[in-house]
Nanobody, 125 residues
């Protein structure tokens, strides 16, 4: 059974940085695309960033482009989300997502993934 455990969230002032981590278990981590979504109160879950199984490609949402970076360490079964220049509108619960199919990417227009429990990120103004 696939398990995803996020960590690294917290309270930060606007302009600050955080790095989220997501440790995966239950299958061969290196064969699956990974990504991050977020959900603010009263809003739908939205795509933030993703990385392919072999780190050959990454993608980020326009709202975080130039500020957030997604990376992975297959030796540690971990995917990261580095968040710089944080804004109050980045406040949300951040969820790690894992593709259900080998070699498939996490993409913005789907929610059919394995999910972590989420980690809260709060950015104060």
């Amino acid at each position: 059974q696939v398990q995803l455990v996020e960590s690294g969230g917290g309270l930060v002032e606007a302009g600050g940085s955080l790095r989220l981590s997501c440790v995966a278990s239950g299958r061969t981590f290196s064969s699956y695309g990974m990504g991050w979504f977020r959900q603010a109160p009263g809003k739908e879950r939205e795509f933030v960033a993703a990385i392919s199984w072999n780190s050959g490609s990454t993608s980020v949402a326009g709202s975080v482009k130039g500020r957030f970076t997604c990376s992975r360490d297959n030796a540690k079964n971990t995917v990261y989300l580095r968040m710089n220049s944080l804004k109050p509108e980045d406040t949300a619960v951040y969820y790690c997502a894992a593709s259900r199919e080998k070699y498939y990417d996490v993409v913005p227009l789907s929610l059919n993934y394995y999910w972590g429990q989420g980690t809260q990120v709060t950015v104060s103004s």
